[in-house]
């Protein structure tokens, strides 16, 4: 029976309510589908798809369908896959009160009640605030996710010889946006002794894109008025200034996990928890934790 919500009308009961409509939550989804569990996928965007939705490169669907898309593709090709799912984007989870979901979407807020909770809501890179960086605040600044949505969302062009902040995988991720638009970056800047990704990053950012590789290297303040105009670095215990129109912070990532606040009983998939991982292992994690879930409501 259901039970009535503030709303004054029935409140909704699901098996499973998947909160993120990314990698691991679609598959997830897909894989309840296969295995005749009613679930339903929450997806504040108005576009399922995830993070590969911003990224125009290569090197997506390998390890969920044996194939090497750009991220668009990917995502596209995810949505696809969840055609027969009940799939519901422009939705945001406020909050979660045991069984009870606080749900908003264009029609105002409601309450639903899920029998299982999956939380697949991924992760974000820390913008500038959070790393305490002093100086100006033109514009300019952003993080490697801003970037891919100014260039392959909007087709704009939001600087031409940045600075790229940070050395971990999205890094060099952010370095292939720029090229796809004909920004080319001033540096690529790393505080520690090297670079976070694989050590062969460095020379591919070099002799293959152009763009030296600072290591030991920290950002200390950035100039400017209207929009960027230089940096101030502190290289080997010296400072100097580096010419530059934009600043690209990339990495440190944060997990999108407010709605875990005192929630034990919500089960996570993807890169809300653990170590950052690639789409194609959060879509494999998706399928797996999907699998284990059915076998406990069985």
């Not at 390998?62 to 090709?77: D, E, K, L, M, V």
């Not at 970056?185 to 030296?212: H, K, N």
């Not at 034990?264 to 950052?276: F, Q």
Request: aromatic content about 6%; overall charge positive; some cysteine.
């Amino acid at each position: 029976m259901s039970r009535p919500c503030s709303g004054r009308r029935p409140m909704e009961r699901r098996d499973v309510v998947i909160i993120g409509g990314g990698p691991a939550g679609l598959s997830a989804g897909r894989r309840f589908s296969e295995l005749g569990i009613a679930a339903t996928v929450l997806e504040r965007e108005q576009q399922a798809g995830g993070i590969p939705r911003h990224c125009g490169h290569l090197g997506f669907g390998w390890q969920s369908h044996r194939r090497i898309w750009t991220g668009p593709r990917f995502a596209q090709q995810l949505r696809a896959d969840s055609e027969k799912l009940d799939l519901r984007t422009g939705h945001t989870v406020l909050g979660i009160d045991g069984d009870i979901l606080r749900v908003q979407n264009a029609q105002g807020i409601h309450d639903m009640s899920a029998g299982r909770i999956l939380l697949a809501t991924g992760t974000r890179e820390s913008p500038r605030a959070p790393r305490f960086v002093g100086g100006a605040r033109p514009r300019g600044v952003m993080t490697t996710g801003a970037l891919q949505a100014n260039v392959y969302l909007q087709n704009f062009k939001p600087f031409e010889r940045p600075v790229i902040i940070g050395s971990e995988l999205v890094a060099f991720s952010a370095i292939l946006t720029c090229r796809h638009f004909g920004i080319r970056p001033v540096a690529m800047i790393e505080a520690q002794d090297s670079i976070s990704a694989p050590r062969t990053g460095d020379l591919v950012a070099r002799l293959l894109y152009g763009v030296p590789v600072w290591t030991k290297t920290k950002l200390v303040a950035i100039e400017g008025r209207a929009q960027v105009e230089a940096v101030e670095i502190e290289r080997e215990g010296r400072h100097e200034r580096v010419a530059c129109d934009g600043v690209i912070f990339t990495g440190q990532w944060v997990p999108e996990a407010a709605l875990l606040v005192n929630r034990p009983k919500v089960t996570l998939a993807g890169n809300v928890h653990g170590a950052l991982k690639t789409s194609g292992a959060c879509w494999r994690e998706g399928r797996a934790i999907a699998e284990k879930m059915a076998g406990e409501l069985a």
